[in-house]
């Protein structure tokens, strides 16, 4: 028997210790675990800059603030700072999306015109800070 994982963290070490709990579950029960790449993982910085900027954007839009969250979502900001470095600042946001990853997954389509105006909103504000 063989079980296929897709390992991801935003801690690299405890993304680590869990594909080692999987081979160890795996040989207990004579399966063949075998692991390839895991995502390269990313820790959100609560002190960026960028996520600052995000949050003003949010307050002018929606008049209230927000509270950001680590949530099953920022993949590409793990490969971006891969292979960019931690220099850069990353934020990952998006429209809000019901049960990823299933059967039933859905978008919430009005959610996606507000993060058009968050985006075109956050690029400005950063053009205006150069």
Known sequence: MEINVSNRSSDFDSMKNLIQIQKTIGRLYRYTVETGNPFPSWKPNDNSAL?????????????????????????????????????????????????????????KTATVEQLYKAVTSLIQSLFVAL
């Open 51 to 107: 996520l600052d900027k995000a949050k003003n954007v949010y307050k002018e839009i929606h008049g209230d603030a927000f509270k950001a969250t680590v949530i099953h979502a920022g993949l590409e900001c793990s490969y971006v700072l891969e292979k960019y470095g931690d220099e850069m600042d990353c934020i990952s946001i998006g429209p809000t999306i019901m049960n990823p990853h299933t059967g039933g997954e859905s978008l």
